[in-house]
């Protein structure tokens, strides 16, 4: 029995060199697999693709290609669409070489994970009715980075379907779109996963950038404007963040709809105007976080509708039309510490039922009083006024807005409140702009 367990496993026979066979066979794996590491690599080529070498077209370069190849695109028009991607392959262009739908097929077509696009000019995909054609479309993959790109007159730009672990970073993306019927979206997303748009410029799209059932993704420091309907523009997504970017001149700047957990942060609404225009819609949205946004010179500022526990913290509403118009069934919602300046109305609220607090905020039109100097009003501020009531059901007063007679029932209805919700109210109005807010 002594005998029996006098030895525990893998204590063998040491080795000539003094190692166990437990060690030896260790050492001998990571060798092996340090081997096959430099044996793919030293396999792994670089194509190049020139209309004077050996290799004049893509496609061919494509054929021959092996995963983990480059192919690298040299200066020229290339008339070869559609082009499929099938292998794990890098293509980049030297010199933004242009591959050209000739107005009637889409151009690239990544089906194959880890494959990476850049330095490319994609052009020229023509309209269709029938079908989403796009320059760069990526489909059902992962780990696909498409990067400092040029898009021109492409129906869709860049379209991902049920594809995640990506990135579109640093391109370019300019359409002609005359209306919404004959348009596609600069960077479509549908039914997508952790996916991250960075650092893009998208204009004269239908929307700049759409998500459609994507989830826990980010959306940063792009430009968007001059877009037919949105600049940007989420339905059913959850759990994603947009982040210093800026939406100008769109016929509406964002619009985020039916979506849970959306947090919206440092990002400028600016010049989106028109009769049914505004910065930012929310829809059906639970649970947001819109924190140090600027907005400036909207139509609306944010339009809410159904949309409850939203957090609007350290914002700027300056020189809008209207900075906020909410609606009914809009419940438990906070606005604290934002600026609201020069709007020519600050706040319309069409239900007299609602929970939703206003406290600590700057209104430029406050004409309170600050007895104790602690910087905070000593009499409530009532941002809904009466005038907003009226425009309501007749818009057409609004010829009137400078009036002295809007000066009067506004006044009247100031000191004893019928129309308007008296219980919508900044108890603690701040008497000078919060510092912190984006300028």
Known sequence: ????????????????????????????????????????????????????????????????????????????????APLRIEKQLHLRGEGFPKIDGDNDAEILIIAADGVTVEGLQIQNIGNSYLKD?????????????????????????????????????????????????????????????RVKIRNNEVRRHRDGIYFEFVNNSTVEDNFSAENVRYGLHFMFSNDDTYTNNTFRDNGAGVAVMFSRRINMINNRFEHNWGRAAYGLLLKEIFDAEITQNIFDQNTVGILI?????????????????????????????????????????????????????????????????????????????????????????????????RSLFVDLVNFAEKVSPVFTPANVLDEKPRMQPVEGSRQ
Request: charged content about 20%; overall charge negative; some cysteine.
């Open 305 to 401: 509708e159904g949309s409850n526990r939203v957090n609007y913290y350290e914002n700027e509403f300056r020189r809008n039309g209207w900075a906020i118009r909410m609606s009914g069934g809009c419940l438990d919602n906070v606005f604290t510490k934002n600026n609201f300046r020069s709007n020519t109305l600050d706040l319309v609220v069409n239900s007299k039922v609602n929970n939703n607090s206003f406290h600590g905020n700057y209104w430029s039109e406050y004409s309170g009083y600050d007895l104790d100097r602690d910087g905070i009003g000593d009499v409530p501020h009532r941002p809904v006024k009466l005038f907003s009531f009226i425009l309501s059901r007749s818009p057409e007063a609004i010829v009137l807005l």
């Open 1 to 80: 029995m002594k005998r029996l367990f006098a030895k525990q496993p893998y204590q063998s026979e040491r080795s000539p060199e003094g190692r166990s066979g437990f060690e030896f066979s260790l050492t001998h794996s990571m060798l092996c697999l340090l081997f096959f590491l430099g044996t793919y690599s030293a396999f792994a080529k670089t194509i190049t693709v020139d209309p004077a070498g050996p290799v004049a077209t893509i496609a061919q370069a494509l054929e021959i290609a092996a995963d983990g190849d480059e192919i690298l695109i040299r200066p020229g028009t290339y008339y070869e």
């Open 133 to 193: 054609r796009a320059g760069i479309r990526v489909q059902r993959k992962r780990d696909f980075v498409i990067r400092n790109n040029r898009l021109i007159n492409t129906f869709f730009g860049i379209y991902l379907e049920y594809s995640a672990d990506g990135l579109v970073e640093d391109n370019v993306i300019l359409g002609e779109a005359v209306n919404e019927a004959s348009s596609g979206n600069a960077i479509h997303a549908w039914y997508c996963e």
